[in-house]
């Protein structure tokens, strides 16, 4: 799924730490992203996906 629909309801305005687990390669990882909202840690995703060559709707957990 994407970075939005599984933060949907964890993701707030006002700023946070958020664990992203993710399938990369077949393998399940996590990161960390600080954000300030679901607009910022969409964005901050999309460049970690990139920089890492991995598709966006590999995500499959959004923990604050």
Request: net charge negative.
């Amino acid at each position: 799924m994407t970075i939005r629909e599984a933060g949907k309801g964890i993701v707030t305005t006002g700023g946070g730490t958020y664990r992203i687990g993710f399938i990369m390669d077949g393998q399940e990882d996590e990161t960390e992203l600080d954000a300030y909202n679901m607009t910022e840690l969409e964005e901050l995703y999309r460049d970690f996906y990139k920089e890492n060559g991995f598709r966006q709707n590999t995500v499959t957990y959004v923990e604050r």
